[in-house]
T-cell receptor, first 112, second 113 residues
Framework: KNEVEQSPQNLTAQEGEFITINCSYS?????LHWLQQHPGGGIVSLFM???GKKKHGRLIATINIQEKHSSLHITASHPRDSAVYIC??????????????FGKGTHLIIQP | DSGVTQTPKHLITATGQRVTLRCSPR?????VYWYQQSLDQGLQFLIQ???????AKGNILERFSAQQFPDLHSELNLSSLELGDSALYFC????????????FGSGTRLTVV
């Protein structure tokens, strides 16, 4: 079973700062997911990546398959980026079973 | 609107009761997943259906069951409810061929009193 660890659990930063959230997993995977959850509940999928790096606006996700490690970066952070960021990895190895296992999340607060 | 529709948004019920949560996946997605999010356990995978068939099971209690219908919508049935079942229940859908990950619904907040 894949174990997903995230750090830090809580992060408070000033507007404009560069943010890094880290994720490590225990078992080799086909793809890693980064999710965002705002207060009030809804979950949004930010990235699914299996190698290298992806960028969407001010968000960048990288993955190192050999080291079983991924990072989520936010450039020029803004108070609207305040949310919980969750890393998730496949729970199963192939066979069409696709459930995810999740890190505990990083609670990010960006202060103006 | 993510494309995944969950109803109801909120549900308050008493211990011992049975409830049904409903999920309509994004158009064209054959896989539906149910997840539970509680304060103490975080997000946990419950069950996956693919085109009407159960594909994978996670930490789903025997009191819980699910099914996916021919029109691909899914229902999660929770019975003999306990206080500890109070949680957010998310449905997600995906299409492997599209390769763009998961789309989550907005969740059903279940409160058992």
């Amino acid at each position: 079973k894949n174990e997903v660890e995230q750090s830090p659990q809580n992060l408070t930063a000033q507007e404009g700062e560069f943010i890094t959230i880290n994720c490590s997993y225990s078992v080799g995977i086909s793809a890693l997911h980064w999710l965002q959850q705002h207060p009030g509940g809804g979950i949004v999928s930010l990235f699914m990546l299996s190698s290298g790096k992806k960028k969407h606006g001010r968000l960048i996700a990288t993955i190192n398959i050999q080291e079983k490690h991924s990072s989520l970066h936010i450039t020029a952070s803004h108070p609207r980026d305040s949310a919980v960021y969750i890393c998730a990895a496949p729970l199963f190895q192939g066979g069409g079973a696709d459930g995810l296992t999740f890190g505990k999340g990083t609670h990010l607060i960006i202060q103006p | 609107d993510s494309g995944v529709t969950q109803t109801p948004k909120h549900l308050i019920t008493a211990t011992g009761q049975r409830v049904t949560l409903r999920c309509s996946p994004r158009s064209g997605d054959l896989s539906v997943y149910w997840y539970q999010q509680s304060l103490d356990q975080g997000l946990q995978f419950l069950i996956q259906y693919y085109n009407g068939e159960e594909r994978a099971k996670g930490n789903i209690l025997e009191r819980f069951s699910a099914q996916q219908f021919p029109d691909l919508h899914s229902e999660l049935n929770l019975s003999s409810l306990e206080l500890g079942d109070s949680a957010l229940y998310f449905c997600a859908s995906s299409d492997r061929d599209r390769g763009d990950g998961y789309t989550f619904g907005s969740g059903t907040r279940l409160t058992v009193v």
